[in-house]
Each structure stands twice: as structure tokens, then as C-alpha cells.
């Protein structure tokens, strides 16, 4: 690069929560002469899948004063919130319990697109920040970075990229003609009032997807079909509590026996068991790291259902919400696993086989919503993360459920290539709290000081 060339940019792929922060982040911390590209496929930029809803009913899974969507500024959004003016279905989307205030997800969707336009159009010179709308497919190794191809045609020369993709879907995940996208309910069609429609899975998406439906128009009766059935807890006020003392734990068991014991110390002190899950915060990936991976693999088999169900709550209106559902019976909550689907012209009969029994039993569903959340990057159909790691520029982490990095989230592959970074979601396996937003915020900034010392030096 001569003095009078410019550097070349940056590429964050993918817009929702991860890509944009790291964007944001990476405008603050590289050399005023260098463009990001923020990436993205989808319509919209800053809202990803989780924060593109307009259902009022949707609410985020954490308080609205732990979203900032900065490390060094905690009330953030608590102060946008309070500073912003909001109409019809907006307004209705600020929920006050004594658990804390919950915001609607399309609410921080349009914080986050606040976010990204001043981030576009702010600052003193020309802008830095590139929205590129088309789907990346290829990251082509070359002198001085990369050759990053759309599916539109276009293609740019880069310094380096980040992979900020998000959840990836499972390809595994039940098939029908009836299937239909929970985030998407256009796909639902018309509902019949008298027949039944199946989520498969019974977390935090579930708990969306009920309210999709309701917020639809249908009244009918749903059933939520998961392995164990278990349902999330709901936020509730909480007490601090000491992070407890996990010196010498490297099993499983261990590492049960001792939160049990804590939590029974809470009881004892009249605290709930919600202060010692969420004391736990600051020192589960290290946790994560130090368990041999034997027992990080009983950890998924066996205890991962009950410490999500217990670690990442629903908003207290949603849980009460799906409550007054199963009360009514209007919702059945099912353990149980699916073992073939027949679809027919007008229904899908699910073949299933309850959790302890011996034999299957038939389910005839108008329509089937998969609501099993992450799937496995090892198994992605994502054409992008396929070529990569058929190039070898990156590979399935731990046990396949994310990419492999390395602790200033640089991306491991067998081929050494130009610079690579992974964020967010896509991280599970190596990191383990990953997915939520107190985490991710904390991951760009790191992220992009990483990028940043990279990049400073020469060659």
C-alpha cells in the first residue's frame, strides 16, 4: 500500500446484534482511513431474526438495564428507552414487573437501527461504514486479504473478515410441507380454529412462537413437542449473591453438587435460587475451558436442558402468558421425540414416541413450527460456512456446535489465510455463554481491539 492508497476494509457478514456491534466497534477502534462493510442477506440491517418482529408480545429474555449495547455505557438503552417517544404497539412493548422492565424485541431493533444509522451518517470526513444488502458466498483467498463474492455478482478486495452470522438453522430439524417459519408468520397461512398446529421444541423460541400464533388470530390448541418437555423459568426479583467458590471442580458431578449446595445456602439466607445461577455469570467459560472435554461432553448429554432453562429466563408477562395457556388447555407441553412425519394434502401426521414409553403414537397437525433453535455448524447447509471450511479456513469447534477460534477469537482452520474473526453465536463450544447480549457486547469490543493490533502490523 502506498501513502496516497487507501487500506483496504473490513467485512463483518451478518447485521443482527453481533455483526452491527462489532461493526460499531471497529469504526472506534481502527485508523480513521480503513471501511468496514457491514454485510448482510436479509432486508434489514441492525435487526437480525430475533429484532425484526413487530409482535409487541415478543419480549426480550433479559431486563432492559442489563442491554446496553455497550461494555462501558450500562444504561444505554435504559436511557434511550426513557428518551424515546413511541406510538400504538410501541408503547405496549415496555413491560414494568417487580422482575425488572422488559422491552420488546422490535423495540431494540429499532434502538440497534438507531445504532447503525448515526454510525453511518455520523462522524466528521466521509463515511466509513459500507451496507453491502446481498448474501456473501465465498471468502477467496488472496494477496493482502481476501476477495469477498455476493451472490449478487459484486466482489470486493479486503483486509480481513468477521463472521457474525448469528444462530445458524438445523438442517436436521423436521421436514414437511406444512412446516412453516416461526419469525415469519406470513408462512402461517389460514389457521383452521379446530385443528392442531405443533412447535417443535419447548424454550425460549417456543414461548415466541405462541404468541405468534395468538397474535395471528389463532385460538386453536397448540402442543410443544420437546426430548425432556421442559419449560423455561421466569425472571423474578433477585437478591446478589457471592459468586461461589468452584476451586478444584473438573467434573460434572462435582460442579452440580456444588451449585446445589449453594443454592441450598441461598434458601437457608431466605434468597431464591436465581442469585447463584446468575453469580455464576462472570466465570462460566472459564468453568467451561477448564472441564476435560469427557465431561464437557456429559455436560451436553445430560445437564445442558436444565441449566439453559434455568440460566436464560422468559420475561415474566411470557411466562405467565404460556401459564394461563396451559392452564386453559389451549397448550399441551410434551416430552417425547419425533420419529417420521407422513405429510398428506391438507395435514402432517407426526409420528412420535413419548418420553418413557414403548410405543409410538400418531399426531395429525395442521402446521409444524421448529422451534429448536441452534443448530450445529458441523451439519450447516450455509453455503458460505461450507466453502470455508471446504477450504480449510475454518473448522467445527468442540463437538461441532460452533466454529473453532482462538481466544482473541481469530478463526482456526487448516489453511492459513488472510485474517479471519468469529463473534457471537457462532462461537458456542469454545465460549460457552455466547448467545445473549451482555455477552456478545463485551466479545465486539474485544473483537475489535484484536482486529485492530492485527492489523497495525506491517505485512
Do not use: K
Request: aromatic residues 6%; contains cysteine.
Amino acid at each position: 500500500m502506498t501513502s496516497r492508497e487507501s487500506p483496504r476494509p473490513i467485512a463483518v457478514i451478518g447485521a443482527g446484534f453481533s455483526g452491527t456491534m462489532s461493526a460499531i466497534q471497529l469504526l472506534a477502534r481502527l485508523e480513521p482511513q480503513r471501511r468496514v462493510l457491514l454485510c448482510e442477506r436479509a432486508g434489514t440491517f441492525g435487526r437480525g431474526r430475533a429484532y425484526a418482529t413487530g409482535n409487541p408480545d415478543h419480549l426480550l429474555n433479559v431486563r432492559a438495564a442489563n442491554m446496553s449495547a455497550f461494555p462501558d455505557q450500562p444504561e444505554h438503552f435504559s436511557d434511550w428507552l426513557a428518551q424515546s417517544t413511541f406510538d400504538g404497539d410501541e408503547a405496549s412493548g415496555i413491560r414494568v414487573t417487580p422482575g425488572g422492565t422488559f422491552a420488546a424485541r422490535g423495540l431494540y431493533g429499532r434502538y440497534l437501527t438507531d445504532l447503525l444509522t448515526r454510525a453511518v451518517t455520523g462522524g466528521d470526513g466521509p463515511p466509513r461504514l459500507d451496507l453491502v444488502n446481498d448474501a456473501v458466498t465465498d471468502l477467496e483467498p488472496a494477496p493482502g486479504g481476501f476477495t469477498l463474492r455476493t451472490e449478487g455478482g459484486a466482489s470486493y478486495p479486503i483486509a480481513g473478515a468477521v463472521l457474525a452470522m448469528g444462530n445458524l438453522g438445523a438442517p436436521g430439524a423436521p421436514r414437511s410441507r406444512h412446516q412453516a417459519d416461526p419469525w415469519a408468520p406470513e408462512s402461517f397461512g389460514r389457521l383452521h380454529p379446530d385443528r392442531t398446529v405443533l412447535i417443535v421444541g419447548t424454550g425460549l423460541t417456543m414461548v415466541d412462537a405462541v404468541a405468534a400464533l395468538r397474535r395471528h388470530g389463532f385460538p386453536g390448541r397448540i402442543v410443544a413437542l420437546s426430548r425432556r418437555g421442559l419449560l423455561p423459568s421466569a425472571h423474578a426479583p433477585v437478591q446478589p449473591w457471592p459468586m461461589p467458590d468452584l476451586t478444584g471442580v473438573n467434573t460434572v458431578s462435582a460442579l452440580a453438587a456444588r451449585i446445589r449446595r449453594e443454592i441450598e445456602r441461598a434458601g437457608a439466607a431466605g434468597l431464591g435460587w436465581r442469585g447463584v445461577i446468575d453469580a455464576l455469570r462472570p466465570v462460566t467459560d472459564t468453568v467451561w475451558r477448564d472441564l476435560p472435554a469427557s465431561e464437557q461432553a456429559r455436560f451436553l448429554r445430560h445437564l445442558r436442558p436444565f441449566w439453559d432453562i434455568h440460566r436464560h429466563r422468559a420475561a415474566p408477562p411470557a411466562a405467565e402468558a404460556i401459564a394461563d395457556e396451559i392452564a386453559r388447555g389451549t397448550l399441551v407441553v410434551r416430552a417425547g421425540r419425533i420419529r417420521s412425519i407422513t405429510d398428506t394434502a391438507a395435514e402432517a401426521i407426526v409420528t412420535q414416541r413419548p418420553r418413557g414409553a414403548a410405543e409410538d403414537e400418531p399426531l395429525a397437525v395442521q402446521c409444524i413450527l421448529d422451534a429448536t433453535g441452534i443448530g450445529r455448524v458441523a451439519e450447516t447447509d450455509d453455503p458460505l460456512i461450507r466453502r470455508l471450511m471446504e477450504r480449510g479456513l475454518v473448522r467445527p469447534g468442540p463437538f461441532g456446535i460452533g466454529l473453532d477460534a482462538s481466544a482473541d477469537l481469530a478463526a482456526r482452520g487448516s489453511v492459513q489465510a488472510g485474517p479471519l474473526w468469529v463473534v457471537g453465536p457462532l462461537l458456542r463450544g469454545v465460549l460457552w455463554e455466547c448467545t445473549a447480549v451482555p455477552d456478545i457486547r463485551n466479545q465486539a469490543a474485544g473483537l475489535a481491539g484484536a482486529v485492530a493490533r492485527t492489523l497495525s502490523v506491517p505485512g
